[in-house]
């Protein structure tokens, strides 16, 4: 069964880099897409981010292309999404979900969530 | 990008009742479309996929119908776990996925 848990969040400058973690403590992570959704507070959910199975494929929201990168490491059951030149705007609680099996383009389950807070 | 347009922002209601939300799409989007729940402090939890189909461990009471672009969640008789915020999305031409804005379902 897909348990999904995030790491790396936290308080950080604008202009600044952060990486989140996500790992799967299931055992057939290497067979599906994973995404990045996240949640400004308040407010409601945006997609940003999905890598396929074997990271050969990534897209990504135009509001973080060339800044947020996805990856994922398959032999730590983990993916990341690396967050370069932060703005205030990014600020968002982010979670990582499982691309749906067959329903490619949706998510479950989700992780919990971490918090990224961009902030001087 | 296909927008979803939920209404209405907030339904209140008691439990018992019948909830029926609503999400409408720029452009058709077939019958790829999803509805997740969230309740505050917690992630969203797949309840619809593909416009009709209960995801696994979700209750009965929940109902998924609609197709091109006008889609509905009917919550057939409220439980007091129910009162939630609703969101619909579409997985129909990506990227991007997009969602809708959400219902917030309120007791009255």
């Known amino acids: 069964q897909v348990q999904l848990v995030e790491s790396g969040g936290g308080v950080v400058q604008p202009g600044r880099s952060l990486r989140l973690s996500c790992a799967d403590s299931?055992?057939?992570?290497?067979?599906?897409?994973m995404h990045w959704v996240r949640q400004a507070p308040g407010k409601g959910l945006e997609w940003v981010a999905v890598i396929s199975f074997d990271g050969s494929n990534k897209y990504y929201t135009d509001s973080v292309e060339g800044r947020f990168t996805i990856s994922r490491d398959n032999s730590k059951n983990t993916v990341f999404l690396q967050m370069n030149s932060l703005k205030a705007e990014d600020t968002a609680v982010y979670y990582c979900?499982?691309?749906?099996?067959?329903?490619?383009?949706?998510?479950?389950?989700w992780g919990q969530g971490t918090l990224v807070t961009v902030s001087s | 990008d296909i927008v979803l347009t939920q209404s209405p922002a907030t339904l209140s209601l008691s439990p018992g009742e019948r909830a029926t939300l609503s999400c409408r799409a720029s452009q058709s989007v077939g019958t790829y479309l999803a509805w997740y729940q969230q309740k505050p402090g917690q992630a969203p939890r797949l309840l619809i996929y593909d416009a009709s189909n209960r995801a696994t461990g979700i209750p009965a009471r929940f109902s998924g119908s609609g197709s091109g672009t006008d889609f509905t969640l009917t919550i057939s008789s409220l439980e007091p776990e129910d009162f939630a915020v609703y969101y619909c999305?579409?997985?129909?031409?990506?990227?991007?996925?997009?969602f809708g804005g959400g219902t917030k379902v309120e007791i009255k």
């Open positions: 299931g055992f057939t992570f290497s067979t599906y897409g």
């Open positions: 999305q579409q997985r129909s031409n990506w990227p991007p996925l997009t």
């Open positions: 979900a499982k691309d749906g099996t067959p329903t490619s383009g949706s998510f479950d389950p």
